[in-house]
């Protein structure tokens, strides 16, 4: 078939080129490749069909291994908890659809994320396998996130993004910023920092900017309109830990707090607002806001 095979249930099937090795089968390979998946799970899917070569034929336990196969293989996660907060549908047509994504809610599968991701709800409330996120938020943000419903239009929407012709607002509850005028300007080089999943500023020339005003005050805590001008990974939170106003219940930004799988108590009071534009396709101007509102630290509603 010479194409990725197709999604199962909203999951799209991952593929993996096979390396060069001395294996034996492909069973052996992916065993060695994926230690933390026990042999007893890959004979299991390949029992039901989950493992394809690029032909689409099963790839069977005694599938003799051949460097350079194209392998896809659908992941798995058993006992995956349901994430218990609801993404809302704003807006659909042919080209996009518009969600309103809760806390907690991963937008693509990650880690222990599988099929309670955005994406998958979606796939399996629309029946479109063809849906794609046209950007991502972090998992711990709510708010907007713009798919494409459509492959031949896709390429214009992502130059929207791409070009930075997409205008994106979010609000943030957080501290008072010390001694701060607004609006202001935080500008800064964002890398990698550690543990990998954290962000850090560094010197070097800007590549993160982000537009900080105050939509009101009020005693411990702000609520703050966030204008990213660059999309860096983690920009928002890392750009108001700098400034000595780290956001509410973030459990990464200044510090990584532990919290126990399934503790829904404290979202971060992070929400992506507004997503306005013009249309490439029509010309229209576009905006859509999100219709959930920021808790100060109470548990995000059940929408």
Not at 8 to 26: E, N, R
Not at 69 to 98: C, G, K, N, S, T
Not at 271 to 280: H, N, Y
Request: one cysteine or more; proline letters at 9%.
């Amino acid at each position: 078939m010479r194409n990725r095979p197709p999604s199962i249930d909203g999951l799209a099937a991952s593929t993996l080129q096979l390396p060069a090795g001395a294996w034996a089968t492909v069973l052996d390979c992916l065993c060695e490749r994926f230690p933390l998946i026990p042999r007893a799970q890959w004979l299991e899917r390949m029992a039901r069909g989950r493992v394809l070569d690029d032909a689409g034929r099963w790839v069977m336990p005694e599938t003799p291994y051949r460097v350079g196969l194209e392998i896809h293989y659908y992941r798995e996660v058993a006992d995956e908890p349901r994430i218990p907060f609801d993404e809302v549908v704003l807006h659909v047509d042919d080209d996009l659809l518009v969600a309103d994504k809760p806390h907690f809610l991963p937008v693509v599968p990650a880690g222990a994320h599988v099929h309670e991701t955005l994406l998958g709800r979606l796939i399996r409330r629309t029946g479109n396998v063809a849906l794609a996120p046209l950007h991502r938020i972090d998992r711990e943000t709510a708010g907007l996130v713009l798919f494409s419903t459509n492959p031949g239009s896709r390429a214009h929407y992502q130059a929207l993004f791409r070009e930075r012709r997409m205008q994106k607002q979010y609000e943030a509850i957080a501290p008072p910023l010390p001694g701060g005028e607004f609006p202001c300007m935080r500008a800064s080089r964002i890398e990698r920092g550690e543990p990998f999943f954290r962000m850090r500023e560094v010197d070097g020339p800007a590549n993160g900017e982000t537009h900080i005003d105050v939509i009101a005050r009020g005693g411990d805590h702000w609520r703050y309109a966030l204008t990213p001008v660059t999309g860096r990974k983690h920009q928002l939170r890392v750009h108001m830990a700098a400034l000595g106003a780290p956001i509410v219940n973030d459990p990464v930004y200044p510090a990584v707090r532990h919290r126990e799988a399934g503790d829904y108590s404290a979202p971060l009071q992070l929400l992506a607002k507004r997503l306005s534009f013009v249309d490439p396709v029509s010309g229209a101007e576009r905006s859509f806001s999100s219709g959930l509102e920021l808790e100060n630290g109470r548990p995000p509603l059940n929408r």
